[in-house]
């Protein structure tokens, strides 16, 4: 199968700050990558969809000021909370597109 | 992408097989079934997917109705570690679309 990995796993910052969250298709390429959020209890959210050298696409809903997306290379793709607020925290899971879509271990947020 | 309806939980002893069930009766032409799994706290993981014809892999086996309006997922001999929600997800992912994630199902293997 394919590697896509997610840094740091687990991230506490202060209200007011930003925090960038970084995934890697370790032995592969992946032109597109997805970012997900997940809230406890719920099923997985799509925030947007990243795609290499352009601009990622937001789903409705998603403030694509606050969550900022850059996919500068084919084996990289960062998201950065900005602002992060309480409401914010929650798991943050990024996956990347082969034959079929690989998954991050995922990356907790807890903004105090 | 169509919607799927899952039940929401599901029992199965250890040992024995676990059979997923999910409708899809607004599933077009060239939407592929797929199924994915994620154990608490983890990413998901991927685990089979099918057009029409019923398909088998390592880690499970898929059965998709003729009218292709249902599938089940079957995992054959279920152990502690398969323990997960299931989703079902109907997509056109490899022409390019998303996965969009249901509720799933909450398998729990007991002993």
């Known amino acids: 199968g394919a590697v896509v990995s997610q840094h740091p796993s687990w991230v506490i910052c202060k209200s007011g700050t930003s925090v960038k969250i970084e995934c890697r298709s370790l032995?592969?390429?992946?032109?597109?990558m997805f970012w997900y959020r997940q809230f406890p209890k719920q099923s997985l959210m799509l925030m947007a969809t990243?795609?290499?050298?352009?601009?990622?696409?937001?789903e409705q809903g998603v403030e694509k000021d606050k969550f900022l997306i850059n996919h500068a290379s084919l084996t990289l793709s960062t998201l950065t909370v900005t602002s992060a607020h309480p409401e914010d925290s929650s798991f943050y899971i990024c996956?990347?597109?082969?034959?079929?879509?690989?998954f991050g271990p995922g990356t907790r947020l807890t903004v105090t | 992408d169509a919607k799927t309806t899952q039940p929401p939980s599901m029992d199965c002893a250890e040992g024995r097989a676990a059979n997923l069930p999910c409708n899809h009766s607004?599933?077009?032409?060239?939407?592929?079934v797929y199924w994915y799994r994620q154990i608490h706290s983890q990413g998901p993981q991927y685990i089979i997917h099918?057009?029409?014809n019923n398909e088998t892999n390592e880690m499970a086996s898929l059965i998709i109705t003729e009218d292709r309006k249902s599938s089940t997922l079957i995992l054959p001999h279920a152990t502690l570690r398969d323990t997960a929600v299931y989703y079902c997800?109907?997509?056109?992912?490899?022409?390019?679309?998303?996965?969009?994630f249901g509720q799933g199902t909450e398998l729990s293997v007991k002993p």
């Open positions: 996956s990347a597109r082969k034959e079929e879509q690989y």
């Open positions: 032995d592969f390429q992946a032109t597109t």
């Open positions: 990243s795609n290499e050298g352009s601009k990622a696409t937001y």
């Open positions: 607004t599933i077009s032409g060239n939407e592929y």
């Open positions: 099918g057009l029409k």
């Open positions: 997800i109907v997509s056109q992912y490899n022409q390019g679309g998303k996965l969009i």
